[in-house]
């Protein structure tokens, strides 16, 4: 240990109390730091995986104007062949394809405007959740049966229920007259309302001969295992496709608003945590101001042997960064072993269940430890705990050796 | 009458690993209105002795009465009261409150007796006239001298009108002629007002002053000299 | 022994000079103080500005803040489950204060189509004047006008409707719903205005027709879905709709907004929590700073405090005077931070522009507009938490201060 680095730390621990307190403040400021970017990244894993991952997915391919205004006319052609092609060329086997229409559903009792989606009951499984969550009877199995599952609530409100018959009044791909009925072989129930009230699928062939759509669909759905494979993949689809008519869109596209709400999510936090660091900074820039003025006989004795006021500077800098070390060390150990462990039980959500439910999301809510969020926070502290010892270190330029060996 | 009575009082402290003797098997009597000299270097006992009287602290074992109170009997709110109201405290430094004009620093023992304010005020500059600062009652004690700050000192010990002063090194600090002001200031308060003086102190000028010099060294009296006269009425006698 | 009242005044100034007597430790706590209660105060506004806004933008969704319904009619609403318009008592309650608007409606869900496409939709057949009260602003109908009265022909569609239906003013669209008996109800009719809303879904899902033409089409007499009530203060309704209730009687649901939205209802929890929660973490980051700064005073003046207690000073009073000082450290602090925030926040209130977050912010069902809402309940929370926590971490240092031995205390170099 250099001459320096120990005087350094003696002097620190001349007022241990003071010390530990500051120290004491940056662990305090870095657990939480890491718990709460921990949950957040937690919370936006379940959000995106909540608000995909019933339907949408995280990529789609659909005709460019389908999208913005998603008329039945804008179709993805020979759209079963196209998501084959898409699952031999990527070997990623989640993809399937899809087609919507809005339709009068009707049961002898009632009848609602409901949006039918569509599917491959083969693949579906693998980019939608909602095959797992049959409460009653089964999914689709054949891809050109005429049977249906829907949610349910709107089973509760249709009055029907497994075996019975769902009549749908709609129009075409070619605004022709389209009606079908099909038989109910399963309920969803997803736990979300909003979900299980608008909810309805049926075999694509079957909703391709209905609704006149003959080899087309609407939108070919991808989901991928990690966030990260979205923009190669993304890239690689939208080169097979080349120059056609036809578009992908990733997530951040097919829901604008879930990024937004993230983004907007993130800023309100950046700024509580902004304030957080720079209370701890005021925690530091005191006590190491405080440290420097009643060293001040003791400095102005080392000025007067030689020693230059930078060297002092850095002696005060070196202080500030040791500090700020432990307060690091300790706060990423203390919160990165809570958040640890609450990752491992996870946090139960049922408070917030209904404001939750906005985003599917249920049940227990498990932070996500990372590198960026054991040490991002706990790393701003530090750079700040330093901002914040630059002013005592610049006072020493001031010192006068004779005026301050006289100082009490 | 006796002022102070103290009966084989033992106190031991420990300092590092070793035990040191603070005072052992002293005794004792202070008659009302002597002016009493602790002398002695340090280490001697001499302070030790002093706090034990003033129920700053307790011995180990031993009797203290000061006055018709047992001493080593009260509790700490009961010793903070006789402090309060019988006993004048003067020490060797840093005997003002920074942060309070001198004005203010003698009404403060008067506040916490519950003083009126307009009392409390009209005391204070008589007090501050008596020990020749008349115009320095709003001067903070940084910006009085040593001696200056000593005389207040003992404006603030006297002003609640206690029976007994108790000063520790009381001129330690301070050149010789604010010493002899000093001294010759006990002096007067003690011929005048019969207040019972006892200063711990190992200045020859002081001691100079007093008809009773008592020595110590490692806890014990090895000498008790009662010279005829008052206080005052000897003169300074070159050591 | 004389009995002494505690001299508070000579405590104060005792407190008071010592505080400024090492004015820059003092000075950045005091702003490290400020810093915190404006946050405090700012996080609290910015967060009630959000959910007033939601909560209101909710209530104009519902609408209302108490609504009537048929038993049924909320798990199933159809047009069987309806009710009849409000007479009688409750048509007297309703007339009077704390209401100030309210709307006998029906509401069933329907399909609208047009040449190239059809939707569900929720079908509402109003009376004009009543939505109006009830807070529809006629202000949002950007083409065309908007229903004459309860016998008024036409329709009125959203933007985003009309956009999706490929459909403009002046076209006919088909209606189709089912009457009491489940026969179906259709009817041909013409798109006479087309509102904008604040949320893109409203837009898309509220069809607005004469009261009495849609009755006549559903083939019902004087019956409505719903009866949806609004007062003054959403925040007052726990207060008044059990009257309500009463003057509906118990054949009917009677049922106020906490309970028709639940996420509504979830936010003003969240938000109480938020706030609680967020003044908390504040403090606690500044109490380590707080205790410090006590810490060091006292123990710079360990010798005073000795003297102080050689002069008879008792130990309680030694805390009196370290506790004092942290008041009058919190209390400046307190007041000036009160203030930056009053400063800094009533120039927001007439809002802040996040559209750029729009799509985020109506998924969670606010407007692109936030407006901070300065509330005397967050100010008086952030003094509270401030004051009894600050006192509380005060009282270490303030008793050790007391716990001092003058003689030792006096003998400290």
């Known amino acids: 240990m250099s001459v320096t680095l120990r005087l350094a730390w003696r002097n620190l621990w001349r007022h241990g109390r003071r010390t530990w307190l500051t120290v004491g403040a940056m662990v305090f400021c870095n657990s939480l730091l890491v718990f709460l970017i921990s949950s957040q990244l937690g919370s936006y894993a379940m959000m995106i995986d909540g608000t995909l991952g019933f339907l949408t997915g995280h990529l789609q391919v659909q005709e460019q104007r389908y999208n913005e205004e998603s008329k039945m006319r804008y179709t993805v052609p020979d759209g079963i062949a196209v998501a084959k092609a898409l699952r031999d060329s990527t070997g990623n086997p989640a993809i399937a394809a899809r087609g919507s229409a809005f339709a009068l559903a009707s049961s002898e009792d009632r009848s609602f405007g409901i949006q039918i989606l569509g599917v491959q009951p083969q693949f579906e499984s693998a980019v939608s959740t909602l095959p797992g969550l049959i409460d009653q009877g089964r999914y689709l199995q054949s891809s050109d049966a005429a049977e249906i599952v829907i949610g349910t609530v709107l089973a509760r409100n249709l009055k029907i229920g497994v075996g019975d018959e769902i009549t749908f009044l709609g129009s075409g791909r070619d605004d022709s007259f389209a009606a079908g009925i099909a038989t109910v072989v399963g309920i969803i129930n997803s736990g979300i309302t909003d979900v299980d009230r608008a909810i309805a699928e049926i075999p694509l062939n079957y909703f391709q001969s209905i609704f006149a759509m003959e080899d087309d669909v609407h939108s070919i759905v991808v989901k991928v295992d990690d966030l990260d494979k979205v923009a190669p993949?993304?890239?690689?689809?939208?080169?097979?496709?080349?120059?056609?008519?036809?578009?992908?869109?990733?997530?951040?596209?097919?829901?604008?608003?879930?990024?937004?709400?993230?983004?907007?999510?993130?800023?309100?936090?950046?700024?509580?945590?902004?304030?957080?660091?720079?209370?701890?900074?005021?925690?530091?820039?005191?006590?190491?101001?405080?440290?420097?003025?009643?060293?001040?006989?003791?400095?102005?004795?080392?000025?007067?042997?030689?020693?230059?006021?930078?060297?002092?500077?850095?002696?005060?800098?070196?202080?500030?960064?040791?500090?700020?070390?432990?307060?690091?060390?300790?706060?990423?150990?203390?919160?990165?072993?809570?958040?640890?462990?609450?990752?491992?039980?996870?946090?139960s959500l049922d408070a917030m269940k209904e404001a939750l439910e906005r985003y599917n999301i249920e049940g227990r809510l498990y932070p996500q430890l990372s590198i960026i969020s054991l040490f991002g926070g706990p790393l701003i502290v530090f750079v700040g705990g330093m901002l914040a010892a630059i002013y005592p270190a610049l006072r020493l330029h001031t010192l006068q050796p004779v005026a301050a060996m006289r100082a009490v | 009458m006796t002022a102070i009575r103290c009966s084989q009082l033992n106190k031991t402290f420990t300092q590092g690993d070793q035990i040191i003797c603070g005072l052992d098997d002293v005794s004792i009597d202070i008659e009302e209105g002597s002016f009493v000299c602790l002398s002695g270097p340090s280490g001697s006992g001499k302070t030790t002795l002093l706090n034990a009287m003033g129920g700053l602290d307790k011995p180990d074992s031993g009797e203290i009465q000061v006055g018709d109170k047992r001493v080593d009997l009260l509790g700490k709110s009961d010793l903070a009261d006789m402090r309060l109201h019988s006993i004048g405290f003067v020490f060797q430094a840093y005997n003002l409150i920074p942060v309070l004009t001198a004005r203010e620093n003698i009404e403060f023992v008067m506040q916490i007796q519950g003083v009126p304010t307009a009392?409390?005020?009209?005391?204070?500059?008589?007090?501050?006239?008596?020990?020749?600062?008349?115009?320095?009652?709003?001067?903070?004690?940084?910006?009085?001298?040593?001696?200056?700050?000593?005389?207040?000192?003992?404006?603030?010990?006297?002003?609640?009108?206690p029976t007994l002063v108790l000063a520790d090194e009381p001129t330690a600090n301070l050149d010789s002629t604010s010493a002899t002001q000093l001294i010759e200031l006990f002096v007067s308060l003690n011929r005048e007002r019969g207040i019972t003086f006892v200063i711990a102190t190992h200045d020859t000028r002081v001691m100079a002053y007093c008809p009773r010099l008592i020595r110590m060294e490692d806890g014990k009296i090895i000498s008790d000299e009662e010279r005829t006269g008052k206080s005052g009425e000897l003169q300074p006698q070159p050591s | 022994m004389a009995d002494h009242q505690p001299a508070a005044g000579i405590l104060f100034t005792l407190a008071w000079r010592n505080l400024w007597r090492n004015h820059r430790r003092t000075l950045i706590m005091l702003i490290a103080i400020v810093i915190g209660v404006w946050a405090m105060i700012l996080f609290s506004s910015l967060m009630a500005g959000m959910v007033d806004e939601m909560v209101r933008g909710g209530l104009r969704t519902l609408p209302g803040e108490v609504q009537i319904h048929h038993p049924d009619y909320r798990d199933d609403p159809s047009i069987a489950n309806s009710i009849d318009a409000p007479q009688g008592a409750l048509l007297e309650r309703l007339n009077n204060p704390p209401v100030t608007g309210w709307a006998a409606r029906i509401k069933v869900p329907a399909m609208i189509s047009s040449e190239r496409a059809n939707r569900g939709i929720q079908l509402l057949g109003v009376d004009p004047a009543q939505e109006v009260s009830l807070g529809f602003d006629p202000t949002n109908i950007v083409e065309g006008r908007f229903l004459e009265g309860p016998d008024d022909k036409g329709l009125v569609i959203g933007r985003k409707l009309a956009e999706r239906l490929e459909t403009r003013l002046g076209k006919r669209v088909v209606i189709m719903s089912q009457d009491p008996d489940n026969n179906v109800a259709d009817r041909g009719i013409r798109v006479v205005g087309i509102y904008q809303a604040r949320l893109q879904a409203t837009e898309e899902l509220n069809v607005y027709g004469g009261l009495e033409t849609l009755q006549k089409m559903?083939?019902?007499?004087?019956?409505?879905?719903?009866?949806?009530?609004?007062?003054?203060?959403?925040?007052?309704?726990?207060?008044?709709?059990?009257?309500?209730?009463?003057?509906?009687?118990?054949?009917?649901?009677?049922?106020?907004?906490?309970?028709?939205?639940?996420?509504?209802?979830?936010?003003?929890?969240?938000q109480t929590s938020f706030n609680v929660i967020i003044t908390v973490v504040i403090f606690l980051?500044?109490?380590?700073?707080?205790?410090?700064?006590?810490?060091?005073?006292?123990?710079?003046?360990?010798?005073?405090?000795?003297?102080?207690?050689?002069?008879?000073?008792?130990?309680?009073?030694i805390m009196y005077q370290v506790l004092l000082e942290s008041i009058i450290l919190l209390g400046l602090g307190l007041l000036l931070g009160n203030l930056l925030a009053v400063a800094t926040i009533l120039p927001l209130e007439d809002g802040i522009d996040i559209s750029a977050l729009a799509k985020g912010l109506e998924m969670a069902g606010m407007g692109s507009t936030l407006y901070p809402s300065l509330r005397l309940s967050d100010m008086v929370l952030s003094t509270v938490v401030v004051l009894v926590l600050g006192l509380l971490a005060s009282l270490l240092p303030a008793w050790r201060a007391s716990r001092y031995n003058p003689i030792q205390a006096l003998a400290r170099t």
């Not at chain 2, 008596?130 to 709003?138: C, I, P, Q």
């Open chain 3, 218 to 270: 559903l083939n019902v007499d004087n019956q409505v879905s719903e009866i949806a009530i609004t007062g003054d203060d959403f925040r007052q309704v726990a207060s008044w709709w059990p009257q309500i209730q009463q003057a509906t009687g118990p054949e009917l649901e009677t049922v106020p907004w906490m309970e028709l939205d639940g996420y509504l209802e979830s936010m003003m929890k969240m």
């Open chain 2, 119 to 161: 009392q409390r005020r009209d005391k204070a500059i008589a007090m501050l006239e008596e020990v020749g600062l008349a115009d320095h009652e709003d001067r903070l004690p940084s910006q009085l001298s040593g001696g200056q700050q000593q005389r207040v000192a003992v404006a603030r010990a006297i002003v609640s009108g």
């Open chain 1, 233 to 347: 993949l993304k890239k690689q689809i939208q080169s097979q496709l080349g120059d056609s008519s036809l578009t992908v869109l990733d997530w951040n596209q097919l829901q604008p608003g879930l990024g937004q709400a993230i983004q907007a999510d993130m800023f309100s936090s950046f700024l509580t945590y902004a304030v957080l660091i720079v209370l701890v900074a005021f925690s530091v820039l005191n006590t190491q101001l405080m440290s420097v003025l009643e060293r001040t006989r003791e400095f102005g004795v080392m000025t007067a042997l030689g020693v230059r006021p930078g060297q002092l500077g850095r002696l005060v800098l070196l202080e500030t960064a040791i500090m700020s070390s432990l307060g690091l060390l300790l706060g990423c150990v203390a919160g990165g072993l809570l958040t640890a462990y609450l990752a491992h039980t996870g946090i």
């Open chain 3, 285 to 317: 980051t500044l109490s380590f700073g707080l205790v410090n700064t006590l810490v060091m005073a006292v123990f710079e003046r360990v010798r005073e405090i000795g003297l102080m207690m050689a002069l008879g000073m008792r130990p309680g009073w």
